[in-house]
């Protein structure tokens, strides 16, 4: 038999991190019961889990801790501290469900937990969660390479922020654009980060002046990004100059290699003169 405990918290609800009293709350419920194998055909290795949730609407308002247990990766009962009771949820979980709800010391524990364990250690856990803060980061570019009088997209990448609450606008020339504005949506890094793209149709014209102005959280002020329309020749002027510049590095490479050489072959050439014939 494996038998293993588990705690976890909901993130979805700002949840506690696990505490050391919820191990002695688990070991006193949890038991290989004769119900899981009486008159059943068990299998010679099996695992038994126990999960504790904790769930928090507006801090630490409402609290609702919920205990699952497994038996091999099916819940078969739950404490529910709504209901203040344990609730079979298959056959299989009848017969404890009734146990240790005609125990007032188990029910106790597991009612009193919504506040020892949960409301207790509620900020513990806060800092990492509720609290927490990180500034997004934000650029501003075309989809493509943008010329005058051509529909294009402009696209604003807010990335590596947290929460995921944040506000996206963009303006032009000063007026905020309501149409022609889509997104992404919010993407989950997987580091308890977010990031986001909100585009911007638009038709550049010369001098115009395109803005993300971007809201959260952890920025003690909106951060903007610009974006200014130039002429198609600003634009082949650049072209031609990042161009020209790795060209005249692919020749300045050329030539020290040429260079490296030459004076690796005069050298050979003497040491072979100045050898004894």
């Known amino acids: 038999m494996i038998y293993t405990t588990s705690f976890s918290f909901s993130p979805s609800r700002m949840g506690s991190s696990w505490v050391p009293w919820v191990v002695a709350l688990l070991v006193t419920v949890i038991r290989l019961d004769s119900s899981m194998t009486q008159g059943r055909d068990s299998p010679e290795d099996f695992v038994i889990q126990a999960k504790a949730d904790c769930y928090f609407t507006n801090g630490t308002q409402r609290v609702q801790f919920v205990v699952r247990f497994i038996f091999n990766l099916e819940e078969f009962v739950r404490f529910d501290s709504d209901l203040g009771k344990f609730v ?33 250690n509620y900020w513990l856990g806060a800092p990492l969660t ?25 696209l604003c990448s807010v990335t590596g922020f947290y929460p995921g609450a944040i506000e996206i606008r963009w303006f032009r020339n000063g007026q905020e654009q309501r149409e022609g504005v889509l997104a992404t949506g919010l993407i989950r890094n997987g580091d308890w980060t977010f990031q986001t793209v909100v585009m911007l149709e638009m038709t550049p014209e010369l001098g115009d002046v395109y803005t993300c102005l971007v809201d959260h959280p952890s920025l003690l002020s909106p951060v903007s990004v610009e974006w200014r329309a130039q002429s198609d020749c600003s634009w082949t002027k650049l072209l031609i100059g990042v161009a020209a510049f790795l060209g005249g590095l692919t020749f300045l490479l050329v030539g020290i290699i040429i260079h490296v050489r030459a004076r690796k072959g005069r050298v050979e050439t003497q040491l072979s003169g100045d050898e004894p014939h």
């Open 88 to 120: 079979a949820l298959t056959e299989l979980g009848q017969p404890d469900a009734e146990l240790w709800n005609s125990r007032p010391d188990i029910l106790e524990s597991s009612r009193a937990s919504v506040d020892v364990l949960c409301r207790r």
């Open 130 to 154: 509720v609290e927490r803060k990180v500034q997004p980061e934000v650029t501003v570019h075309p989809e493509r390479t943008p010329s005058l009088q051509l529909r294009n997209l402009l």
